[in-house]
C-alpha cells in the first residue's frame, strides 16, 4: 500500500478507513490538550480515539517539552498525559535503525531530520497515513 501524507485540515478525515494504521504527529496530539483552538481540538480527539493510531517516543518527548513550557503542565501532569497517550494509541519505540532510515530520507527528500524521524518511525509501524499539520 503507498504511504500517504495528509495535512491536517477538517476534510481529511474522511478519507481514511478505520482499518489502516495512521500515525499522528506531535501537533495533533498538542491540539488535543489545546484549549485555545477548540475545532483543531475535535479533530485531534477524533483521530485518536477512532482509529487505529501510532505515536513513537519522539512524540512523546515533544509532548512534553511543549505541554511544560506553552501550557504550563508540571511535570505530573506531563506524565499523566504521557500516560493517556500511551492509553489510547500504539507506541513505537525508536531504534537505530529509525534513526538510520531518518538520515536517509532527510538525505533524500529534503525534510528536516525531525521529521523525517516521524516519517520513518510511520513507515516502521506499518502506517498508511501520516497526520501532520506540517513537514519542513
Known amino acids: 500500500m503507498p504511504y500517504r501524507l495528509i495535512l491536517l485540515d477538517s476534510n481529511s478525515i474522511g478519507m481514511k478507513q478505520m482499518k489502516d494504521r495512521v ?13 485555545t483552538e477548540p475545532q483543531k481540538q475535535i479533530i485531534a480527539a477524533n483521530l485518536i480515539s ?3 493510531s501510532v505515536i513513537s517516543t519522539q512524540v512523546l518527548n515533544e509532548l ?3 505541554v511544560t513550557k506553552k501550557f504550563n503542565f ?8 504521557v500516560l493517556e ?28 531530520f525531525f521529521d523525517s524521524a516521524i516519517i520513518s518511525a510511520a513507515l516502521e509501524s506499518d502506517c498508511t497515513i501520516l497526520y501532520s499539520e506540517d513537514m519542513h
Open 23 to 35: 500515525f499522528l504527529d506531535t501537533n495533533i496530539l498538542i491540539y488535543s490538550y489545546s484549549r
Open 50 to 52: 477512532e482509529f487505529n
Open 64 to 66: 512534553v517539552n511543549i
Open 74 to 81: 508540571n511535570y505530573s501532569q506531563a506524565k499523566e498525559a
Open 85 to 112: 497517550c500511551c492509553r489510547n494509541n500504539h507506541l513505537h519505540i525508536n531504534s537505530q535503525d529509525t534513526i538510520i532510515r531518518a538520515c536517509e530520507i532527510a538525505s533524500k527528500y529534503k525534510f528536516s
